[in-house]
């Protein structure tokens, strides 16, 4: 095994499980455990290193020192691929959405990124449509030189291969097969990982945090299977995103802040907060058989965290 995939086994794997007894305004009749994918590093919390994880290495192997990839100004995308490059030695470059933001002081994302060592490359909302355009992927590696490309949110095969990773760690720490695995859903790339590896006594859910998602199973090209025995279909729960990505209700910050209050465990508004939102609202109106056991994973991204949160919890 090389450093860097030493590095990566140390870093990546084995977060640890949390039982959350009372963790909500009112009690609901299952057994919710939370899988801490948000302690996997003191920096980046979160399912970001997952996606990662086969990505850097398969950079490594094929020679490349940069990596380049996509996001918006408040991307956990671009946040994590910052750090994985100081981390690791790569350079990279991050081309971010929207170039009205050229001249204005950076958010603490971006600031972030950049002291990190990532070169912004802001483009227009027109460019930023063509992330996927061959065209315009050779316009930037003329640009930047030989780059390994991320797309926009990090998913592609490798990346749900990192997250296919999650069930077989569950099953290892709690000795058995939980009844539901949760997770929120951006790009799908978790939520696709989670419904390769399940085993077929496992029900995989996702909670889409995006108002006005077409699909209803996984993205093109992210359809998986039970162990060659037919095709996972997770259920993806389009009920609890709040407006859309980002957007946030009182209800949903009170929520929020009780559940910090009775458990300790930090979260944030985007991802998964929602998440817990939908289980808990589900749960009291009798969609989980009583004592079922549900997982619930924490996918991090604390660094997006509502600074009302901290005034309210003060």
């Known amino acids: 095994m090389d450093e860097l995939a030493r590095q990566l086994a140390h870093l990546v794997g084995n977060s640890p499980v949390q039982r959350l007894d009372t963790p909500f305004p009112e009690p609901v009749p299952i057994r919710l455990l939370l899988k801490r994918d948000d302690l996997l590093h003191p920096k980046v919390s979160g399912n970001k290193w997952r996606k990662l994880k086969y990505n850097l290495l ?25 750090s994985a490059g100081k981390v690791f030695g790569f350079r990279t470059i991050g081309v971010v959405r929207g170039d009205e933001l050229a001249g204005k002081p950076l958010n603490e994302t971006l600031q972030f990124c950049r002291d990190s060592g990532m070169h912004l490359h802001l483009v227009s909302r027109a460019d930023y449509r063509r992330k996927e355009d061959p065209d315009f992927l050779a316009e930037l590696t003329k640009q930047f030189g030989p780059c390994y490309i991320l797309p926009e949110g990090g998913t592609n095969e490798l990346a749900i291969q990192g997250s ?23 790009t799908g790339g978790t939520v696709a990982g989670l419904a390769q590896s399940a085993p077929a006594e496992t029900n995989v859910m996702g909670f889409v945090v995006l108002k006005g998602l077409v699909w209803d199973k996984l993205p093109p090209g992210h359809l998986s299977h039970h162990n060659g025995q037919g095709e996972a279909c997770p259920r993806l729960i389009h009920d609890y995103h709040f407006g859309g990505y980002a957007k946030t209700t009182p209800e949903l910050m009170r929520f929020i802040h009780e559940v910090e209050q009775k458990t300790g465990v930090l979260l944030e508004q985007v991802y998964t907060g929602k998440m817990l939102y939908g289980i808990y609202d589900l749960a009291r109106n009798g969609f989980f058989p009583e004592g079922t056991t549900v997982v619930a994973v924490h996918t991090g991204g604390l660094q997006g965290r509502s600074k009302v949160l901290d005034v309210v919890n003060r």
């Open 58 to 82: 398969a950079a490594r192997a094929q020679g490349f020192t940069t990596l380049l990839t996509f996001g918006g100004a408040y991307s956990n995308h671009l946040y994590a691929t910052a």
């Open 164 to 186: 296919a990773e999650i069930i077989p760690e569950l099953v290892a720490q709690l000795g058995y097969a939980p009844d539901y695995v949760c997770c929120p859903v951006g």
